[in-house]
């Protein structure tokens, strides 16, 4: 394992609900995915607070996964977001927190939560603007840890989700090049 991956499952120990606050405010549905969601902290707290009835949790690191079993609602999977273990149009959420600038394949990433996806639900995705200098050198920093630091703009990320023909509902930029889009598939 990297030593950003090892750094990546230390900070996925860390009880920071404060963090997860924005995915809190914002997602809600009854069968959602969390794809890329490692420990399952984020799956716990949507179960917690009702803003989710189950919780399918994709990580690739079956360490953190374990950690969320034994959580009524919340499912581990170990899978990756570019070829998820789900059928076609079986969920009615999917959530990407701090996860998408990780994966090898954004876009392949995208088209999968298309696909996962029922006509008319959301993918939510809450990152960081690549247009902002702290997310600059934070995309240095993950590429000398091993990470793929895939990050991108918001106009680059809205952009493929139209090409993925994902409706943008709304975004938002907030503190140190945070980013919230919710986005809708169309069928």
């Given at each position: 394992?990297?030593?950003?991956?090892?750094?990546?499952?230390l900070?996925?120990?860390?009880?920071?609900?404060w963090?997860?606050?924005?995915?809190?405010?914002?997602?809600?549905?009854?069968l959602?995915?969390?794809?890329?969601g490692?420990?399952?902290?984020?799956?716990?707290l949507?179960?917690?607070?009702?803003?989710?009835r189950?919780?399918?949790?994709?990580?690739?690191?079956?360490?953190?996964?374990?950690?969320?079993?034994?959580v009524?609602?919340?499912?581990?999977?170990a899978?990756?977001?570019?070829?998820?273990?789900?059928?076609?149009?079986?969920?009615?959420?999917?959530?990407?927190?701090?996860?998408?600038h990780?994966?090898?394949?954004?876009?392949?990433?995208l088209?999968?939560?298309?696909?996962v996806?029922?006509?008319?639900?959301?993918?939510?995705?809450?990152?960081?603007?690549?247009?902002?200098?702290?997310?600059?050198?934070?995309?240095?920093?993950?590429?000398?840890?091993?990470?793929?630091?895939n990050?991108?703009?918001?106009?680059?990320?809205?952009?493929?989700?139209q090409?993925?023909?994902f409706k943008r509902?709304y975004d938002?930029?907030?503190?140190?090049g945070?980013?919230?889009?919710?986005?809708?598939?169309?069928?």
């Open positions: 394992m990297t030593l950003g991956g090892t750094l990546l499952k900070l996925y120990m860390l009880p920071l609900k963090y997860y606050s924005k995915p809190l405010m914002h997602v809600r549905g009854g959602i995915s969390d794809v890329g490692g420990s399952g902290l984020l799956a716990r949507l179960i917690e607070e009702r803003r989710a189950d919780v399918v949790v994709i990580d690739p690191f079956l360490g953190l996964l374990k950690r969320g079993r034994g009524r609602g919340v499912h581990p999977v899978g990756v977001a570019e070829k998820l273990p789900l059928r076609d149009g079986s969920l009615d959420g999917v959530v990407i927190n701090d996860a998408l990780h994966f090898s394949e954004p876009d392949r990433a088209s999968e939560a298309f696909r996806l029922k006509c008319g639900f959301p993918i939510y995705i809450f990152d960081f603007d690549l247009a902002s200098l702290p997310v600059k050198l934070l995309r240095l920093l993950e590429r000398i840890m091993g990470f793929p630091g990050f991108m703009t918001l106009d680059t990320l809205i952009s493929k989700l090409f993925t023909r509902i938002e930029r907030g503190l140190l945070s980013l919230a889009v919710k986005a809708e598939k169309i069928c």
